[in-house]
């Protein structure tokens, strides 16, 4: 018999309110606190002391260990109190005492896509988004409303200033202090956290160069260093490449720099020079 024709097993000590949605599958460990508005998918593991509360919605195949609090309200002065959202996707892990915070207003959500590995004592604030495959260490901070793109990797006790975005396959060091845009396949570290160089490893397991063609790296090396190792300041970069054809990853890093460039964003992160 497949799990997920099995009826929801609730431990006697958890407290289940009788509006909360649970699909077949779903284990409740004791002590577990389920609020009226939370819906969880098939198969999830929702271990002892754990509480779900406000409207949150969680895909299949997620495990929960104890302590965590995912959907409570957020953090945030200017909450008071909108009926917001925290969605969660599929085959996620948040190890203990992750804290997944719903939105601050109105029509807002937390995203957390895709079998993301959150482990224990982070902190994910109102109004962020998760893609797939992220990995977050131990006691990262993020703070309210932070982008954090695919299979990107994040080091341990380290903090993540407000609005920050973090691209896809990037590699942060732990104890870092992020207070601006993290390209995507870089590698950054230090206090205040620097770019490095590009997180080659990362991208060739990634298979990129297969998808792409093998040239695809080499062309993302190549404007990587107008950004990061020429004399041209990084607008002046972004003029000489804005109209360039850039495929794959090049074109990929090429867009996130122009976002992060625009007017009213925190601005990448610098190099470390030498």
């Not at 097993?9 to 509006?19: F, G, K, L, N, Q």
């Not at 691209?167 to 992020?178: D, E, F, I, N, Q």
Request: aromatic share 4%; hydrophobic share 40%.
């Amino acid at each position: 018999m497949q799990t997920d024709l099995l009826e929801p097993h609730i431990h006697p000590t958890a407290v289940v309110d009788p509006e909360a949605s649970l699909a077949p599958g779903v284990t409740v460990g004791p002590y577990v606190v389920i609020g009226a508005k939370v819906t969880i998918g098939p198969n999830c593991r929702i271990g002892p002391h754990a509480v779900l509360d406000g409207r949150l919605t969680m895909g299949r195949d997620n495990r929960v260990f104890p302590g965590a609090c995912l959907g409570l309200a957020p953090q945030d002065l200017k909450y008071q109190g909108s009926d917001t959202e925290v969605r969660i996707g599929n085959g996620n892990t948040f190890r203990e005492y992750v804290t997944v915070n719903r939105a601050t207003e109105e029509g807002q959500t937390t995203q957390v896509g895709d079998d993301n590995l959150v482990m224990a004592y982070c902190h994910i604030a109102h109004n962020c988004t998760l893609g797939n495959r992220v990995v977050m260490s131990n006691a990262v901070q993020v703070a309210g409303h932070v982008s954090i793109h695919d299979s990107a990797v994040i080091g341990g006790v380290l903090g993540i200033h407000q609005f920050v975005q973090i691209g896809a396959l990037a590699m942060v060091g732990g104890m870092s202090r992020v207070d601006r845009d993290i390209p995507p396949y870089c590698m950054v570290e230090g206090h205040p956290a620097r770019v490095r160089g590009l997180n080659k490893v990362g991208l060739q397991r990634s298979g990129l160069d297969s998808i792409h063609g093998a040239a695809c790296l080499q062309e993302l090396q190549d404007v990587w260093k107008l950004f990061y190792r020429s004399k041209m300041t990084m607008a002046q970069a972004l003029e000489q490449v804005r109209n360039r054809p850039c495929h794959g990853p090049a074109a990929t890093f090429l867009r996130f720099m122009e976002d992060s460039l625009a007017p009213g964003r925190r601005g990448p992160l610098p190099a470390t020079r030498g």
